[in-house]
Structures are given as structure tokens and as C-alpha cells.
């Protein structure tokens, strides 16, 4: 079993992860090649196992030689699971960040800003 990527359940059925770890040879990796394990933050304990039914990348992923772009994918897992998932805000509009507020980032990669 090759582990290589990270991936947060924010669902009972969908995880999010990076597009550059489900994305090679200019294709979106087939969903039955790829196993996401549930409930670990330390590998080398046990998690339970989840079945894929498909993997969406985010339709404006560029990856390129210099840095990602739109680098998300979300996995749709093939059944619900009983892992507790991240609840990433609100469903309205009381979520939106003004001027001078801190707030969380969930995401991978880079952690200084990129230069347009």
C-alpha cells in the first residue's frame, strides 16, 4: 500500500484533497485505483477503508512546472461512512470574512503568498 496523500472528509460521502494526488498523464486517476483511508492522523495505525465511487477535479486545475493551479479534487466515496467530518461553516452568507478578521485555512502546499 503506497500512502501519498492527505485528504479531509467534509461529508458523509465526500472527501477533499489535493488535484495534483489524484491527477497524472493529464488524466484524472480512476476511482477503483485509489483507496482513502478513514479516521488516522498517525499511519501507522489502523483506519478504516473506503471504496471510491468516483473523483472530480476542479475544472480550472492547471498543473504546470512552476506551481498549481485550482489544485482540488473532491472524492466521492462508494457508501456513507461514521467518521466525523470537518464542518467547514455555515450554509449562509453569515460565513463571509471582512477586513481584519482571522480565520482558519484547511489546504496543502505552499504557506507564503504566490506572486501574480
Request: hydrophobic share 45%; net charge negative.
Amino acid at each position: 500500500l503506497e500512502v501519498f496523500c492527505g485528504a479531509t472528509l467534509i461529508a458523509l460521502r465526500w472527501a477533499l484533497t489535493a488535484a495534483h494526488c489524484v491527477h497524472s498523464g493529464g488524466k484524472v486517476d480512476r476511482p477503483d485505483a485509489l483507496e482513502l483511508i478513514l479516521g488516522i492522523q498517525d499511519l501507522e495505525r489502523p483506519g478504516a477503508r473506503a471504496a471510491l465511487q468516483s473523483v472530480r477535479v476542479f475544472p480550472e486545475y492547471i498543473d504546470s512546472a512552476q506551481n498549481f493551479v485550482g489544485d482540488m479534487a473532491l472524492l466521492e466515496l462508494k457508501s456513507d461512512v461514521s467518521v466525523a467530518t470537518l464542518e467547514l461553516g455555515p450554509p449562509d452568507d453569515s460565513a463571509l470574512v471582512g477586513g481584519g478578521q482571522t480565520v482558519t485555512v484547511y489546504g496543502w502546499g505552499e504557506t507564503l503568498a504566490q506572486p501574480k
